[in-house]
């Protein structure tokens, strides 16, 4: 009797893996697309990571999505040999996939903290730049080889591309509002992203370009103030502590604004505005008379776009992403 293919599999993991929304859309795509695939999760504790690694190549998994707290430890533990020798994606996200660095600069025994959204930015700080990867899933090659994914930088990529295609306008620049180690901290994974132009705004409503040190104040340029951005820019603004998922229908926390980056006025609607409240609510804006008010970017939607990218990778499909939000909507229901 003839043997019968293996079934394609994915699979997420992470810790705790418990409320993870991941899996169900997942599933939800795949049934579909009426694709024979199957999606497993599993609670993958650190000290267990590097043996989930090798089981998951060794037991043919098409995919994975790595979930928190395993992504900064993943990059670590593809610096090292496997059976197989698990490789990072030169091309996973391209241009956006960073080159991998030698295992001899790493180390497994004090691994830095997991997840940038959440980590101590001291300890992200600490990390070496050189050093420093996100690997949040595996892609199997055709040559049966598993490489790190960073399918976050290919959402983000995808969701800039996306604007700039619609509105016919480039994003020059990037304006950071809130806690500076927050927004840097979040945005490591998907910084090579980012305009390379990075203001951020000062109480007197100037502007100083992140990185750098003020000018003496008679030699502030007029060009370096929030009024003066008439063109269309990013704008990351981080607005709290990070928050559960929160349902539609359901009391969210109040949006505090004091001192967490209140939007300026007179934005260019062709603006970009990544908002990374905790919830997955919108911001609360209230456009002028006749303004059209730019497009805001949740971390609902980064979430969905992250999902397509993992999809795209292991299916070379892509996801309806208005399915994929209706199926995280209905697991917050469950």
């Not at 593809?78 to 996200?93: C, H, I, K, N, Y």
């Not at 295609?165 to 500076?180: F, I, K, V």
Request: charged letters at 20%; proline letters at 10%.
């Amino acid at each position: 009797m003839a043997e019968s293919p293996a079934q394609n599999a994915v699979c997420v993991i992470g810790h705790p893996i418990g409320g993870n929304p991941s899996q169900f859309c997942i599933t939800r795509v795949l049934d579909d697309w009426e694709l024979d695939w199957q999606c497993l999760s599993f609670d993958v504790a650190p000290e267990s990571l590097a043996a989930a690694l090798l089981g998951i190549e060794a037991l043919g998994f098409v995919g994975a999505l790595i979930a928190s707290p395993h992504e900064l430890a993943a990059a670590q533990r593809f610096g090292e040999q496997s059976p197989r020798g698990l490789a990072v994606s030169a091309t996973a996200a391209a241009p956006l996939a960073t080159p991998a660095v030698p295992s001899a600069a790493l180390s497994t025994d004090a691994l830095p903290a997991p997840n940038p959204a959440t980590a101590d930015p001291a300890v992200v700080a600490a990390v070496p730049a050189a050093a420093f990867r996100w690997i949040d899933g595996l892609r199997r090659e055709p040559s049966g080889d598993l490489v790190g994914c960073n399918f976050l930088a290919e959402a983000v990529d995808d969701l800039l591309r996306e604007h700039q295609q619609r509105t016919g306008q480039s994003l020059a620049a990037c304006l950071l509002l809130g806690d500076l180690a927050a927004i840097e901290s979040a945005t490591l994974p998907f910084a090579s992203c980012l305009p390379p132009l990075r203001y951020q705004p000062l109480a007197d409503g100037s502007l100083v370009l992140c990185g750098g040190s003020l000018p003496p104040s008679d030699t502030v340029s007029p060009a370096l103030t929030l009024e003066s951005l008439t063109e269309p820019i990013l704008v990351i603004r981080m607005r709290g502590p990070e928050q559960p998922l929160k349902s539609k229908g359901k009391t969210t926390q109040q949006d505090d604004r004091e001192g967490q980056g209140s939007l300026p006025r007179g934005l260019h609607p062709d603006s970009l505005i990544f908002d990374l409240a905790g919830d997955f609510s919108p911001a609360a804006l209230s456009p002028g008379p006749g303004q059209r008010l730019p497009r805001s970017v949740t971390p609902l939607d980064l979430e969905i776009a992250r999902l397509v990218a993992a999809l795209r990778n292991w299916t070379g499909q892509v996801a309806d992403r208005n399915l994929l939000a209706d199926a995280i909507e209905e697991y917050l229901e469950i």
